[in-house]
């Protein structure tokens, strides 16, 4: 059984950080296309950011120089840094798992963003 647990939301001030890990189980991190998404009010769900097998990133230009993703693949876990926060960034973040043959998406996490 496949499964994406997401930990480390929580709620900020403005310019502060955060840090959100998503343990994997019944697949390989790295040899999946992990990524990070998040959703705001609505149905539509955002690319964050993703990290390849290789290693290769991609992030959205919303986040760019704020956030980073990193994978430890002796803990089978994938980690967002998020610094410089903003209000626009509240959302609920979810980690994504394409193994090439499958998606899978864990529960969520959310971050909040505030004075």
């Known amino acids: 059984q496949v499964q994406l647990v997401e930990s480390g939301g929580g709620s900020v001030q403005p310019g502060g950080s955060l840090t959100l890990s998503c343990a994997a189980s019944g697949i390989r991190s790295s040899a999946s296309r992990m990524a990070w998404y998040r959703q705001a009010r609505g149905p539509q769900r955002e690319l964050v950011v993703t990290?390849?097998?290789?290693?290769?990133?991609t992030y959205a230009d919303s986040v760019k120089g704020r956030f980073t993703i990193s994978r430890d693949d002796a803990k089978n876990t994938v980690y967002l840094q998020m610094n410089n926060l903003k209000p626009e960034d509240t959302a609920v973040y979810y980690c994504?798992?394409?193994?090439?043959?499958?998606?899978?998406w864990g529960q969520g996490t959310q971050v909040t963003v505030s004075s």
């Open positions: 994504n798992a394409f193994t090439g043959l499958k998606i899978y």
């Open positions: 990290i390849n097998r290789g290693g290769d990133t």
